[in-house]
């Protein structure tokens, strides 16, 4: 497999933050209520990965090893106040859906991991396809959560009922999203594995 594209679909299966290396547990588990929020969740992590990793990959080789980690924050916390200032100006009600989570990137393991272990070892195009792949494999795995819990819950997916009636709301509150997660882990490794 071409080396770059394998960058990219490592971050699906390989690396996938939420279903393998089990990072971001507090977002996935908080903002998958709905198929839409977990989406919007994903891209916005999304943005600011790779975004940051291009910019890291850029500056790793001038910045001392001993403030490395706090340029990295600093870095990682310009691209979330961007994105806070896009979301509040074009998507307020997904901005005030997500809330205090949008600011929490800053401190997202993926994020920071993904600086630390790639970006500030690699070159600024590798870094920016191993963005992509993380963060696509991050809101494919959110989306998939929020829309299992969003059907099981409600009925619906995306907003659409197609079941009528109550749902169980016990997959919308915490347990279901445990529950959820725990399911979705292991069919995910169990087809990965084939």
């Not at 870095?75 to 205090?100: C, D, H, K, N």
């Amino acid at each position: 497999m071409n080396s770059k594209l394998k960058l990219i679909t490592d971050g699906f299966i390989k690396n996938n933050p939420t279903f393998v290396l089990l990072l971001g547990m507090c977002p996935t588990l908080a903002t998958t209520t709905s198929a839409v929020n977990g989406l919007s969740m994903g891209l916005a992590t999304l943005f600011v990965l790779v975004l940051s990793n291009i910019v890291i990959s850029a500056i790793a080789p001038l910045t001392p090893d001993k403030v490395h980690i706090p340029v990295y924050i600093v870095v990682i916390a310009s691209f979330v106040t961007l994105l806070q200032f896009i979301m509040r100006a074009y998507t307020p009600a997904m901005y005030e859906t997500l809330g205090l989570f949008i600011p929490l990137i800053v401190v997202n393991c993926i994020v920071l991991g993904r600086a630390e272990a790639f970006a500030s070892k690699n070159g600024v195009w590798a870094s920016c396809l191993d963005g992509i792949g993380v963060g696509l494999g991050f809101t494919l795995s959110l989306t998939i959560l929020g829309a299992v819990r969003e059907i099981l819950g409600s009925g619906s997916v995306f907003g659409w009922k197609f079941i009528t009636g109550d749902g169980m709301l016990a997959f919308v509150m915490a347990p279901g999203a445990f529950l959820c997660l725990g399911y979705l882990m292991v069919l995910f490794n169990k087809l990965v594995k084939k």
